[in-house]
């Protein structure tokens, strides 16, 4: 085995008090078996099997798991919990000099033909925060080789992460910007009825 790459999840759509069944708590289970708990049987699995080949370990994760949002608390949630373990996980493989190297990959909003069809039409995002998906793809296929221990994409998202550590209040005054609240909800039951038709992100809204 040469290479693990972790790239599936759940997206839960919508503010979390804005939807009861976000908050059910077999729900939110689901949610965290496949966002976390899996990523962490499969690397532990692997690693073994990549320590005799020197293998790469990459982690799709998300903006999400750096920065808080309004629309996916029990997502950013999950990301979070993805981000804690593995960029620990990252730090213990380098500690003890593990031929295993790992990266995690923090991307933005990319927009599949999927989430073109069903979630874009109803999310007033602006342009530069929208990622290619060819290009994510070729991003991702470089790091197999570079290695680096973190990817962001798009770039755009750096200065995010920077206005949230350091100036908390932009980043607030910029989601406020967006949209207000209950649009949001009203936005996000118009997506979760949509992606009943189409199937899409089957399970997770």
Same mark, same amino acid.
């Given at each position: 085995?040469?290479?693990?790459?972790?790239?599936?999840?759940?997206?839960?759509?919508?503010?979390?008090?804005?939807?009861? $069944?976000?908050?059910? +708590?077999? *729900?939110? %289970?689901?949610?965290?078996?496949?966002? =976390?708990?899996?990523? /962490?049987?499969?690397?532990?699995?692997?690693?073994?099997?990549?320590?005799?080949?020197?293998?790469?370990?990459?982690?799709?994760?998300?903006?999400?798991?750096?920065?808080?949002?309004?629309?996916?608390?029990?997502?950013?949630?999950?990301?979070?919990?993805?981000?804690?373990?593995?960029?620990?996980?990252?730090?213990?493989?380098?500690?003890?000099?593990?031929?295993?190297?790992?990266?995690?990959?923090?991307?933005?909003?990319?927009?599949?033909?999927?989430?073109?069809?069903?979630?874009?039409? $109803?999310?007033?995002? +602006?342009? *530069?925060? %929208?990622?290619?998906?060819?290009?994510? =793809?070729?991003?991702? /296929?470089?790091?197999?080789?570079?290695?680096?221990?973190?990817?962001?994409?798009?770039?755009?998202?750096?200065?995010?992460?920077?206005?949230?550590?350091?100036?908390?209040?932009?980043?607030?005054?910029?989601?406020?910007?967006?949209?207000?609240?209950?649009?949001?909800?009203?936005?996000?039951?118009?997506?979760?009825?949509?992606?009943?038709?189409?199937?899409?992100?089957?399970?997770?809204?």
């Amino acid at each position: 085995l040469d290479y693990l790459i972790l790239n599936h999840g759940l997206m839960p759509n919508g503010p979390f008090l804005g939807f009861p $069944k976000q908050q059910d +708590p077999e *729900f939110i %289970q689901k949610i965290y078996n496949v966002n =976390v708990f899996s990523y /962490i049987q499969l690397a532990t699995h692997a690693i073994p099997h990549l320590e005799v080949t020197g293998g790469h370990i990459h982690v799709t994760s998300s903006m999400a798991g750096e920065i808080p949002q309004i629309i996916g608390g029990l997502y950013c949630a999950t990301k979070h919990s993805k981000n804690g373990f593995f960029y620990s996980l990252q730090q213990e493989l380098i500690h003890k000099r593990s031929k295993v190297s790992l990266n995690i990959g923090a991307f933005g909003l990319i927009v599949t033909r999927e989430m073109k069809d069903v979630i874009m039409k $109803k999310m007033n995002m +602006p342009k *530069f925060l %929208q990622g290619d998906l060819k290009k994510c =793809v070729q991003v991702i /296929i470089d790091n197999l080789v570079l290695r680096e221990r973190t990817i962001t994409f798009p770039s755009t998202n750096r200065a995010f992460r920077f206005n949230w550590y350091f100036n908390p209040f932009f980043h607030e005054f910029f989601l406020a910007s967006i949209t207000d609240y209950n649009s949001l909800v009203k936005n996000h039951t118009t997506i979760h009825e949509q992606s009943a038709k189409t199937g899409y992100q089957k399970g997770s809204s």
